[in-house]
């Protein structure tokens, strides 16, 4: 073997190695956002549930998560439902975060 041949496997090795790890970090990713989004939707079923009413700083955190994995589908993916819906979820995301600010104001001020 050759100098350019080890040094083309190595190549290849890397590649596969840069490979693995990002899909090993997507799916991680992928997983947290779920993990993520199940404890935000106990919280607030929780809060319904014994008289606490709605948690908008919960839904702003839910629906940021859950729209932010919309718009990146939609960037790798490039179909036009995902985006639509990034741009909803994102918008009451970002709704819900400015009640949830007007109310501290309220309470605090």
């Not at 840069?18 to 992928?30: I, P, R, S, V």
């Not at 589908?73 to 909803?88: N, S």
Request: charged residues 20%; contains cysteine.
């Amino acid at each position: 073997m050759n100098k350019e041949e080890i040094l083309e496997m190595n190549r290849k090795e890397n590649r596969n190695h840069d490979e693995m790890e990002q899909n090993t970090f997507a799916k991680a990713g992928l997983m947290a956002s779920v993990a993520g989004g199940l404890v935000c939707m106990v919280i607030i079923l929780l809060e319904a549930i014994f008289g606490k009413g709605v948690s908008f700083s919960t839904w702003a955190v839910y629906l940021t998560m859950s729209g932010t994995i919309l718009l990146m589908k939609y960037r790798g993916l490039g179909k036009k439902h995902e985006l639509f819906f990034a741009i909803a979820q994102l918008a009451l995301a970002a709704l819900f975060l400015i009640l949830f600010i007007i109310g501290l104001v309220k309470t605090n001020g």
